[in-house]
């Protein structure tokens, strides 16, 4: 079964900076769909970025970029400028194509220190 | 993006009650819909999927006699937990979808059983 593990339960970075959220994902597809997902306390599940595998370039959001290693199965976000906003839960996930469902992570909290 | 609508935002039940929880999709027809249910500071984890005008189907472990699963149109799906006990009070989570890949959420559902 595919898997995602997020190693991170908790970051912190100040206003301004720059933070990196880790993500690793197992599969043995070709073709995937990867997501990582922002849940702020108000706790509604908002889609921050998507890639899809067969692309090569990373998908970028504004202040939300990605940097995806297909043969390393890695997955991490990145968050430019960070912003008081910005402090909530992050998940990563993996649209399995076989189950057609979505596969979450263990989540991040993400603190931003003003 | 889309909109998904989960009613109530919260509600609190006697022990041996049975409450209903609606999702419903409102700008566009869901074939597909999910539940899921996420205990304090965890993940999200898959309760069933459901698809219009078929049985849901249920994730191990979960008991289909205990939250039931309608989604009679491809606007709205209910979650209906019978007999409900303290250790069923949770956050649960709804998300719609009409192609794959593709899924937007509803704010989620507070249950306090007492």
């Known amino acids: 079964a595919q898997t995602v593990t997020q190693s991170q339960p908790e970051m912190s970075v100040q206003e301004a900076e720059t933070v990196t959220l880790s993500c690793t994902y197992d599969?043995?597809?070709?073709?995937?769909?990867l997501f990582w997902y922002k849940q702020p306390p108000s706790r509604q599940m908002i889609l921050v970025i998507r890639?899809?595998?067969?692309?090569?370039q990373n998908a970028t959001e504004n202040r939300f970029s990605v940097n995806f290693q297909k043969a390393a199965k890695s997955f991490s976000l990145k968050i430019s400028d960070s912003q008081l906003g910005d402090a909530a839960m992050y998940f990563c996930?993996?649209?399995?194509?076989?189950?057609?469902?979505?596969?979450f992570g263990q989540g991040t909290r993400l603190t931003i220190n003003p | 993006g889309a909109v998904v609508s989960q009613h109530p935002s919260w509600v609190i039940c006697k022990s041996g009650t049975s409450v209903k929880i609606e999702c419903r999709s409102l700008?566009?027809?869901?074939?597909?819909m999910f539940w899921y249910r996420q205990f304090p500071k965890q993940s999200l984890m898959l309760m069933a999927t459901?698809?219009?005008?078929?049985?849901?189907?249920?994730e191990q472990g979960v008991e289909k006699d205990k939250f039931l699963i309608n989604h009679a149109s491809l606007t709205l799906s209910t979650l209906t937990v019978t007999s409900a006990h303290p250790e069923d009070s949770s956050f649960y989570i709804c998300?719609?979808?009409?192609?794959?890949?593709?899924?937007?959420f509803g704010q989620g559902t507070r249950l306090t059983v007492v």
């Open positions: 998300s719609a979808s009409n192609r794959p890949v593709e899924a937007f």
């Open positions: 599969t043995s597809e070709s073709d995937y769909y």
């Open positions: 890639q899809e595998a067969y692309k090569q």
């Open positions: 996930a993996y649209w399995d194509q076989g189950a057609q469902k979505l596969v």
């Open positions: 700008d566009f027809q869901a074939t597909t």
């Open positions: 459901s698809n219009e005008g078929s049985k849901a189907t249920y």
